[in-house]
């Protein structure tokens, strides 16, 4: 009974969808979580932004299909879990920003993704009331969107539950052994048998690849999120500036399902390590910004802060695939703060490498995302 | 017009105070100047503030404490809690109708840096605990900065127009809340070592040791040595069907809309809960002109002290104990409530229901600390201390004399070359906690001459006034000091001091001294919405309310200083001594309607989130299913991510894992901010709330 064609290692943004994705396909499955419950690490505090378009193929297709699947979801399953195609927009408020988009937009249009250039005037009538001056104008990729994490882990938890996926919560992996053809999972609580493993660990990747010996250079980073009080839809898309301030990098925010400004920002000097706790110079940092970004927020109430983190790999891109030392062995780590809208299509990918049913497609992703690469590249507009 | 004020009050003084003009809808309305919205909005009859945008229910007062946002209103444009937003003159404001629009600005703002305070001590909470813990550290030359939400310093105090318990000595014993809380407020502001800040509201402890702080629309940081944690409690809301319509709200936010801001907050009253806060703001409603309809108490007798209780069934206030809420009745606002008996494991018995008409229920069922200070300085290693509510729930001199306390400890930790804490102290605190004990039979004194007080307490209460003021000791604590049996001794000599000065208004005088075959009883009495006048027959009841006979009432006499009247009744040799007071309250006001309404709604269609608009049949089929993590009902729910943060909802989600025997359950995560502060002000804007 205790014996798994698969474990999968987190119950969170990349594991639940996984787990549904194996289940559906009839593949013996058990999720171990350290937490009570799916999504209760990293999952929750995404800000839920879901978009494709990206700068390489790898992500552009696993994010192509996270879209569809959360943007069908209601019409297919009935329960709605927050999806608005709002899209993105990166705004640009100097020459060269405005240059390194639109060189940018040239690969991504490549990639046959739907992402155009707004004039200044067309930008202010999709974010009105943002501060006009110097602005350039924005790209604008409209099929991108947002979606409840919280919600959306739920569903596919239920769903995989309805598949026939089970999961372990409050139960600490210490350690992986090999047993014959199989693996020995431990727990604090149990002991699980399975063919192939998949870590799907956030933050904690780094220490599970140890227990097999797999090297990851995965490093959480800590990053500070908010959202307010609920208010009538008043702008369109999610906005990232992208220009650098006084100790920050970027910081992006949008007006979710419900009608609640959400944001977050990247701290600069990153800020290592797992410490969920909240800082009191977070609100100052970010909301200065926004109000001179935007200054209509200012009479926005600000409801809830958190802090999470971002499992970061040297250049931005997750590492997903077979071990090659123990090949039973699967990594889908290191999303680097896209977990929640890579997951769904992710979990499908998984699937496939598990049945040993990769696509063309599917090997091309999985380049990108190859542990063995070098990791010198960054990723554009992380 | 605002008809809905207080035009007399037995204890406060009601003053003639500045209009100015405000628009609701479009409408010119008059506010006093400087009240809150919400106060001005009761004040014009005006209860319903708008409408949840998920359902569509009416929305109004709920906290009166700027804790949740169900009283939100747009002023000028701008969505705010009216409860805590002066009204201005010509301000237009309007009901909350669904999502509210963010407004257009015109420029851009001008932002200031965040400003950083270091300070010794911070104090959160200005009321009793607060108050004397920060005069005990600064008498030892220490700073502190004393932080409250209010514009005065007071905490609860400050809508106290009753007599207080406990000890002279020890804490204002037999002086009202408001003059307490007056007296300590202005210690507190005449010391140099004390930084008052009012209208200040603590919105976080971040792991870096650093206290967030909304200040007077500002938004600063306080870097404290130690904190201490005086915010006091909140009061615990309750399941039924009906209990999201307008006009149901905690006997706190019924308190300061009354006795704060001086407003008829209700015509007919019903109230929940049987403990000392319920049975006071009866009390304190008769004092307003406001008709009790009828209190309940779900145990088969009340928690709160027998003085209390008796009062208010000697005015005629019926109290229904082994009784529940079945439901709140009306379409948007409460026009009734149905009430039933239940047994001993608290399910209601069918065919006992009674229904009542009334406007406003108030929910009175309980106190819970505020611990997220503690918990949050806790977690962030710093120096922390707890006094008051915020410590442990007790009466507010219990709460002052656990300050006086605190306070030393700090100025010891921090330095201050003083003894410890007497270990009398310890006891004296103690005892001043006590809920109340046992009921010893009521026994009178023998003489039939002369003048001598009857006391109708008879219960071990910490409450000793009557035995302090007797200028000739003639009533002396049997037993224990301060929770001991007050017993007359001889040699009254009819001063009436221990009549006016009693909490319970438990103490007569039986004066056989004119004519001792019909003597007089001296009552006290502090109604005075209900006049009473020489020559009026007035019904003469016993301890427990049970009508005796009218008698005439022959004099009446006012203490200037403790405002509580002395009437005098000619009554007989056989009555005198039993006479406790006189009923005020009509018994038509309590009777029930002719049928009971049953609600149409289950038990399940209750509101258990009042600001995501979850039931409890919604979370009990997620519990049925397994789930024991509150974090995971909140994701799927939303139950606990509105405006309150949890604060009503967590009680009542835990009370149906209780019902469904699951013991184990995981605590929801605290996270910033405790209350909504606008993005603009954490960007260094000044504004906010006050805009």
Redesign the interface.
Known sequence: MNNFDVIVIGAGSVGVPTAMSLAENKIKTLVIDINSSPGQDNNKKAIGGVRATHSDFGKISVSQRSIEIFSTWKEKFGDDIGWISNGYSYPAYNEEDEKKLKDLMKIQKSFNLDIKWLSKEEYLELVPGINSKGLRGSTYSQYDGSCSPLLAINAFYFKSLEYGAQYKFEERVIDIAKANDKFLVTTNKGKYYSKQIINAAGGYAKEIGEMVGCKLPVNPDNHEAAISEPMKRFFGPMVVDMRPGKDSKNYYFYQNSEGQVVFCITPDPSIEGIDSDSTSGFFPSVAKRMVELYPKLAAIKIRRSWRGQYPMTPDGFPIVGRFKAIPNYINAVGMSGQGFMLGPGLGELLTRIVMNTETENDLRTLKSFDLYRDFSGMEAFK | MDTFRLTTHPILPVEDKNKVTFYWENKPLKAVKGEKIASALFANGIKIFGHH?KDNSAQGIFCANGQC?KCTVIANG??VKSCMTAVKENMIVMPAE????????E???V?E??ESIKTDVLIIGGGPAGLSASLQIAENNIKSIILDDKEKLGGKLVLQTHKFFGSVEDSYAGTRGIEIGELLANKVNENSNIDVWTESTAI?V???K?V?VFSKGK?K?IEPKVILNAAGAREKFLRFPGNTLAGIYGAGAFQTLVNRDLIKASERLFIVGGGNVGLIAGYHALQAGIEVVGLIEAMPKCGGYKVHADKLKRFGVPIYTSHTIVSANGEESVDSVTIGQIDDKFNLIPGTEKSFKCDTILIAVGLESVKEFTDEAE??GMNIFSAGDAEAIAEASSAMFNGKIVGLKIAKFLGAEINDVPESWYEKAQILKKHPGEISKLEYPKDEKGIMPIINCIQEIPCNPCSTVCPVNAIQMQGDPITGKPVYTGGCIGCGLCVVTCPGLAITLSDYRKDADNPIVKIPYEIGNIIVNIGDKVDCVDIDGNFIDKFEVVNIEKNKKKLTQIVSVKADKENVKKIVAFKVQADEISKPLDNPIIPTKMKDDAMVCLCERVTAGEIRKLIKEG???L??I???TRAG?G?C?AKTCDNLIKQIFREEGISTI?DNTR???YV??????????E?GEN?
Do not use: H, T, W
Not at chain 2, 98 to 105: A, I, K, S, T
Not at chain 2, 679 to 684: Q, R
């Open positions: 945008e946002s701008v969505p669904g999502l509210p629009e963010l407004p257009d600005v420029k851009e703002p932002l840096d965040i976080f971040f792991k870096d650093k967030g938004y940081i977690k962030a789930i024991y993590d974090n995971q909140k994701a799927i991510m405006p943060g995981v996270r910033p901010l909504e502060v606008p993005l603009g002000v954490l960007a260094g804007k504004g805009e």
